[in-house]
Nanobody, 127 residues
């Protein structure tokens, strides 16, 4: 079974930066969309950003636009990154990467549109 694995989480003070990575355990054919979600305690899972493996405009939630940047590894299309700058305590959450074979389109923000998931990695931002 294909698994996604996140790395790069940790603790940082407000205003700081972190870079998350997500890779797959094995090649996934036709994996068209890779996305980041996050979930804070007591809150619903929230879509953060997504990118298509074929290039094109990335997608961002309004809450992270202009602070977070999602990107892919051009040499291995099934690896991606999330550069998080100017972090605030509201960004504290478990960050999970996801992927699907259907594309990002208008559904990237719906957890149900992704069939592959990682275990998640904790990001904690202190004030």
């Amino acid at each position: 079974q294909v698994q996604l694995a996140e790395s790069g989480g940790g603790s940082v003070e407000a205003g700081g930066s972190l870079r998350l990575s997500c890779g797959t355990s094995k090649y996934i054919s036709n994996m068209y969309c890779m996305a980041w979600f996050r979930q804070a305690p007591g809150k619903e899972r929230e879509a953060v950003a997504a990118v298509t493996t074929g290039g094109g405009q990335p997608y961002y939630a309004d809450s992270v636009k202009d602070r977070f940047t999602i990107s892919r590894d051009n040499t291995t299309r099934w690896k991606m990154y999330l550069q998080m700058n100017n972090l605030t305590p509201e960004d504290t959450a478990m960050y999970v990467c996801a992927a699907n074979t259907a594309g990002c389109g208008g559904l990237w923000f719906r957890p149900g549109s992704h069939q592959y998931w990682g275990q998640g990695i904790q990001v904690t931002v202190s004030s």
